[in-house]
């Protein structure tokens, strides 16, 4: 199985900063990878996928890059209702997930 | 509108047996990529199950063999048939869907949360 390793596990940033959140693979995969967004007691919400294509309504302070086995998920300008858990997950093969970073806003 | 609705979930013992299901709405589940996905409390995101348009299915090593996913095209509905449950099942168990083979889960259900406890 391809691991996910994410970093920071959690972090604490204030609104308006910009943040970024990395992603690394065990081994290469290419372009095939997501980011998602989970509130506490929801679902998750698909926010990137193919390293960097925004989802539809997703704002764009929201960016994704990366290729091969190192990613990054960028929040330009950070807001209120970005206090969230993000993982990424690879989609090469099976599914895999990274154990997720926890953004705080101070 | 894309709609998954999980149901099926509940307290059962070590060793028991249980069947989720999820109905879609919106769209056909056997056109897309059918998959469950489950998080332990307090924890990260595991995938579980997939089921492709064409039939096929894989599992997570941690559930091969005492899981089945499946699905009924009349009912618009995919299945995950749960043995040999222990502890570590616990989770809330998603439903989700993804259009492609690149497993990109763009529509979730609200989740079912299975408590394996004697």
């Known amino acids: 199985d391809i691991q996910m390793t994410q970093s920071p596990s959690s972090l604490s940033a204030s609104v308006g900063d910009r943040v970024t959140i990395t992603c690394r693979a065990s081994?290469?995969?290419?372009?095939?990878l997501n980011w998602y967004q989970q509130i506490p007691g929801k679902a998750p919400k698909l926010l990137i996928s193919g390293a960097s294509t925004l989802q539809s309504g997703v704002p764009s302070r929201f960016s994704g890059s990366g290729s091969g086995s190192d990613f990054t998920l960028t929040i330009s300008s950070l807001q209120p209702e970005d206090s969230a858990t993000y993982y990424c997950q690879q989609c090469y093969n099976n599914p895999t997930f990274g154990q997720g970073t926890r953004l705080e806003i101070k | 509108e894309v709609q998954l609705v999980e149901s099926g979930g509940g307290l059962i013992p070590p060793g028991g047996s249980l069947r989720l299901s999820c109905a879609a709405s919106g769209f056909t589940v056997s056109s897309n990529y059918m998959s469950w996905v489950r998080q332990a409390p307090g924890k990260g995101l595991e995938w579980v199950s997939i089921i492709y348009s064409d039939g096929r299915t894989f599992y997570a090593d941690s559930v091969k063999g005492r899981f089945t996913i499946s699905r009924d095209n009349s009912k618009n509905t995919v299945y995950l048939q749960m043995n040999s449950l222990r502890a570590e099942d616990t989770a809330v168990y998603y439903c989700?869907?993804?259009?492609?083979?690149?497993?990109?889960?763009?529509?979730w259900g609200q989740g079912t949360l299975v408590t394996v406890s004697s």
């Open positions: 081994q290469s995969i290419l372009s095939y």
């Open positions: 989700a869907r993804a259009i492609t083979v690149t497993t990109n889960f763009d529509s």
